[in-house]
């Protein structure tokens, strides 16, 4: 029997024998309230039997608890099959980097270079990922390799942006093989791990605003938003994938959408977005924490460079300030802003895989850039900046400064909004 058969078989048993219990011992009201006192241990053992179906039949826990069971399978399984002086043994401490010590010399600039990150999480992201890259192999051909490896491969690939030629001569595996890694880490990575980039609850929003706040002395700033490209090599010559991308201070991310044609204009991109149509239906950014600001009442914004259009939830620079002007204080508060902006998408371009011309199909090119999207904010949760930009050059910053576009003039709250805004700002 596959393991996706025998996975579905036990989780399918689990969660019947748990029912059959249930009905068996049926729970008292007390164990679904919100005290934690029982009066019998009859009633601990209703309140264990019940978060426990509760548990097994979300269907994220089964498959996690099934992957995890196999996983162990396989491990005792290899465990059998090694040679007991084989360095690489699972009870040796850093034994998942043990067996890569043939691709990669166990040092911190061999790790920083080979896998943009260090050693410690590259060891943590192996133990978190392990039964999702175990659970799969390409059909009618299994891989025999242990998920360290399978790690290994799809983090070189997106790390430094080496064809498959060269992985599967430095991993030993086919080219084929290779690639199966790697389309397989980053569909594990963008299906299961997607909300490390997902748009921030009310609660972190909070947060996020109170950082801008300390730091500019604007309130109620939910993130920075701009857009980069991406160049994609294809059979019928090369093309252009545009990202749009929210980060905070620290320069997290907090939402990506990637996958739209790199002719299209940044304005263009943000109003065909879906993070654009969800805060003009106000499902995003609706707090109904009113901020006055000489009187006038500033909601949750986002800031933008000048390709974007001005608008009450998304603040551009102004036009032609004045030397010594508040307005001139906003646009450069403005400017420091997008700093982080910058660094996160100067970071992404650290991952070799996008700083070049993408060989693969458009598709996975797309999958690369949330992959790396979602690793970048696993390192920065992680401390480990081995991939990330730390200086900006003045250029850089420069090229970003463009006119903004005013949009509608007959947008008189934007105007006011900004206007406002621009008393508070500070360096």
């Known amino acids: 029997m596959n393991s996706r058969a025998l996975a579905a078989l036990l989780s399918s048993l689990i969660s019947q024998l748990l029912i059959l219990l249930l009905i068996l011992f049926p729970p008292s009201n007390s164990i679904t309230s919100n005290t934690n006192s029982f009066s019998s241990p009859h009633h601990n053992f209703q309140e264990s039997l019940f978060l426990l179906l509760r548990h097994f039949l979300s269907t994220t826990d089964i498959a996690a608890a099934s992957l995890s069971f196999l996983s162990l399978s396989r491990k005792r399984k290899r465990a059998h099959s090694k040679d007991p002086d084989d360095p690489g043994d699972d009870s040796e401490p850093g034994s998942r980097l043990g067996r890569l010590g043939s691709v990669v010399p166990r040092n911190p600039d061999s790790f920083k270079q080979f896998f943009r990150m260090n050693a410690s999480t590259f060891e943590w992201l192996c133990g978190l990922l392990e039964p999702l890259l175990d659970c799969r192999d390409p059909a009618g051909s299994p891989l025999n390799l242990p998920s360290e490896s399978r790690l290994g491969i799809?983090?070189?690939?997106?790390?430094?942006?080496?064809?498959?030629?060269?992985?599967?001569?430095?991993?030993?595996?086919?080219?084929?093989?290779?690639?199966?890694?790697?389309?397989?880490?980053?569909?594990?990575?963008?299906?299961?791990?997607?909300?490390?980039?997902?748009?921030?609850?009310?609660?972190?929003?909070?947060?996020?605003?109170?950082?801008?706040?300390?730091?500019?002395?604007?309130?109620?700033?939910?993130?920075?938003?701009?857009?980069?490209?991406?160049?994609?090599?294809?059979?019928?010559?090369?093309?252009?994938?545009?990202?749009?991308?929210?980060?905070?201070?620290?320069?997290?991310?907090?939402?990506?959408i990637a996958g739209f044609r790199g002719n299209k204009t940044d304005l263009q991109i943000l109003k065909s977005s879906s993070l654009c149509k969800d805060i003009e239906k106000g499902v995003l950014l609706n707090s109904q924490k009113h901020i006055a600001v000489n009187e006038v009442i500033v909601p949750q914004y986002l800031v933008g460079n000048g390709d974007y259009s001005l608008l009450p939830w998304l603040l551009v620079p102004f036009v032609d300030a004045d030397r010594g002007s508040v307005e001139e204080n906003f646009n450069n508060v403005h400017r420091l802003m997008r700093v982080s902006s910058l660094k996160a998408m100067t970071s992404l371009r650290n991952w070799g895989v996008l700083s070049r011309f993408i060989e693969t199909e458009y598709k996975i090119a797309v999958a690369c850039i949330g992959a790396c999207s979602i690793l970048h904010n696993m390192l920065i949760m992680r401390e480990d900046y081995s991939a990330f930009c730390d200086e900006l050059d003045d250029k850089v910053l420069d090229n970003q400064s463009r006119a903004s576009l005013e949009g509608n003039l007959t947008e008189d709250k934007a105007f006011v909004i900004r206007k406002a805004l621009a008393t508070r700002a500070k360096i």
Do not use: M
């Open 154 to 256: 799809g983090l070189f690939r997106l790390a430094t942006g080496a064809d498959y030629t060269e992985i599967s001569s430095r991993f030993g595996v086919s080219e084929g093989d290779s690639r199966f890694c790697v389309k397989q880490l980053c569909r594990v990575l963008c299906t299961n791990y997607r909300f490390w980039v997902g748009f921030p609850s009310q609660t972190e929003l909070d947060s996020v605003s109170t950082r801008f706040e300390t730091l500019t002395g604007l309130p109620n700033c939910c993130g920075i938003i701009s857009c980069t490209r991406f160049h994609v090599e294809r059979t019928n010559g090369s093309d252009s994938i545009a990202a749009q991308i929210v980060v905070d201070s620290s320069s997290r991310i907090l939402s990506v």
